[in-house]
C-alpha cells in the first residue's frame, strides 16, 4: 500500500495543480505540503481521505456536466464567500482608532444592511469621528437574500440584479457601538441611503473605483481569490487599507515587494480567524460547524489583516535572547545566509542575512530589521532569491533579513 506521503504527491499530480494552487486550494501552508511530497512530515490521514473525496466528487461532476470551466467558478465561489464577524473588526480597527478620524471609508466588498463592516463603522461612525462612509456590494453577494422590506432612495426592492451602494456624510447620534442591528436597519431605512448601481458593483469596476476615489481607507474582506486585485487596486490610487487575506498571500509578487518597501504590514490578528459562510456552503471535516442559530461557519488557520495604517506594536522592539553558534545555525546550499527555524531563535549578535518563518512578519519592526528578500521557490521574481535547501533537504519559505542594531562581527561574506 502507498504511504500517505505518496498518496497525496499522487493527488495533487492527479489534480493539475501547482503545489502553491493546490495549497491554497485546500488550505494548506505551502511549505506544509512541500514537507509532505518530500517525505520530511506525514500528512494527517483524514486529510488525504477528504482531499481524495473532494477532488473524486469534482472528477464526477465534471463528468456529469461536460463543463470544467462552470465547476471551477462554483468552487471558487465556494472559497471566496467568507464573511467577517463583528468582532474580528472590532478587535482590529481598535488599534487604529486615530487614523480614522476626520476620514472617509469605502467597504467596497459589503453589502450595506448585512455586512459586518457596514455595521461595525454605522454604529461607530460618530465614536471615530468619521468623515463618511461608502459601501459598494457585488451583485452577486448572496448575503441580502429575499427580504422584500429592503428598498433604496427610490423606494425600489434591492435585489441581486445589480450592484448597489450606501452613502452616508452623518450618523444620528442615537446609533452608537451599543445600538442593535434593528436599529441601524431602521436608520438606513429612514435615510434611502442606499440605491442600485449602473452596473454589477465589482470593485474593480469604473463605476466603483469613483467611489474608491472619494475615500481615504479601504476596510473589507474581499474574495480571497481577488486580494492580489484589491491591494493593487489601492495601493495604485494610494488609500490606506486595512483588509482580510490569506498568509499564503504574503510571497505574492504583488504583495511582498510592497512589505519589503514598508508600504504594507502585517495587522494584529495573523492566524485563526472564524468566518460565517452562506447556506449553501458545502460540509467540510474540519474547520466548519453549524451554529444553534442554524448559521454555516468555517475558519482559517492561516487568516491575516493586511494594512498601510501605522500602529504601535510595528514600533516596538523584538526583544532577542539567543548568541550566533555555527553548529546552531546551518547555512543554506545556494545562498550565503543561515537558517533560524523559530522566530524566537534569531541571534542577537549576528549581522549578517539570516532566512526566518514568515510569522516573523507579526513581530516585524524596520527600525530594527531590514527585509532583503525571500527564499521561496527560487522564481523569476527578483526577491525571490533562492529555494531554501540545507544539504539538499528543502526547508520551509523563509524571509531573508538582516538586523540592524546587531554588535557581532559575522558578516555574510
Known amino acids: 500500500m502507498d504511504t500517505l506521503n505518496a498518496q497525496i504527491r499522487e493527488l495533487r499530480k492527479v489534480s493539475g495543480l501547482s503545489q502553491t494552487t493546490f495549497a491554497e486550494k485546500f488550505e494548506i501552508p505551502t511549505s506544509t505540503l512541500q514537507d509532505w511530497e518530500h517525505n520530511r512530515r506525514t500528512p494527517p490521514i483524514y486529510v488525504v481521505g477528504m482531499i481524495d473525496k473532494i477532488l473524486s466528487t469534482e472528477k464526477a461532476a465534471k463528468q456529469v456536466s461536460g463543463n470544467s470551466i462552470l465547476n471551477k467558478a462554483k468552487s471558487a465561489k465556494d472559497n471566496d464567500e467568507f ?85 452616508l456624510s452623518k450618523v444620528s447620534e442615537s446609533i452608537n457601538p451599543s445600538s442593535t442591528d434593528a436599529e441601524v436597519h431602521e436608520f438606513l431605512q429612514s435615510q434611502n441611503s442606499v440605491r442600485k448601481l449602473v452596473g454589477d458593483g465589482d470593485f474593480r469596476s469604473d463605476e466603483c473605483i469613483e467611489y474608491l476615489k472619494l475615500a481615504d481607507v479601504v476596510v473589507t474582506n474581499p474574495p480571497f481569490s481577488l486580494f492580489r486585485e484589491l491591494i493593487s487596486l489601492v495601493t495604485e490610487y494610494e488609500k490606506q487599507f486595512l483588509v482580510i487575506g490569506n498568509q499564503n498571500a504574503i510571497t505574492y509578487k504583488e504583495i511582498f515587494p510592497l512589505i519589503q518597501e514598508n508600504k504594507a504590514w502585517i495587522g494584529y490578528q495573523f492566524g485563526d480567524m472564524a468566518f460565517r459562510v452562506p447556506a449553501d456552503a458545502e460540509p467540510r471535516e474540519t474547520r466548519f460547524w453549524i451554529d444553534s442559530t442554524g448559521q454555516k461557519w468555517r475558519s482559517l488557520g492561516n487568516a491575516m489583516w493586511l494594512t498601510n495604517m501605522d500602529m504601535n506594536r510595528r514600533h516596538e522592539r523584538l526583544e532577542l535572547t539567543k548568541y550566533y553558534d555555527a553548529e546552531l545555525y546551518p547555512r543554506y546550499d545556494e545562498y550565503d545566509a543561515i537558517e533560524v527555524s523559530k522566530v524566537a531563535n534569531i541571534p542577537m549578535d549576528y549581522k549578517g542575512i539570516m532566512g526566518v518563518p514568515i510569522t516573523f512578519l507579526n513581530k516585524y519592526n524596520p527600525e530594527q530589521f531590514d527585509i532583503i528578500g525571500e527564499a521561496n521557490h527560487g522564481s523569476d521574481n527578483s526577491f525571490d532569491l533562492f529555494k531554501p535547501t540545507i544539504n539538499g533537504k528543502l526547508k520551509f519559505k523563509r524571509i531573508l533579513i538582516r538586523n540592524k542594531l546587531a554588535t557581532g562581527v559575522e558578516i555574510n561574506g
Not at 487614523?99 to 466588498?109: A, D, I, M, R, S
Not at 437574500?145 to 425600489?156: A, R, W
Open 83 to 167: 464573511y467577517t464577524t463583528y468582532e474580528t473588526i472590532e478587535n482590529e480597527v481598535a488599534h487604529y482608532i486615530a487614523e480614522f478620524k476626520g476620514k472617509t471609508v469605502l467597504c467596497n466588498c459589503d453589502d450595506p444592511f448585512e455586512s459586518s463592516f457596514s455595521k461595525y463603522f454605522i454604529k461607530n461612525f460618530n465614536t471615530l469621528g468619521l468623515k463618511g462612509l461608502i459601501c459598494t456590494s457585488y451583485c452577486a453577494s448572496r448575503v441580502l437574500g429575499t427580504d422584500s422590506n429592503l428598498v433604496d432612495m427610490k423606494g425600489e426592492p434591492l435585489s441581486n440584479d445589480n450592484g448597489y451602494v450606501m452613502v
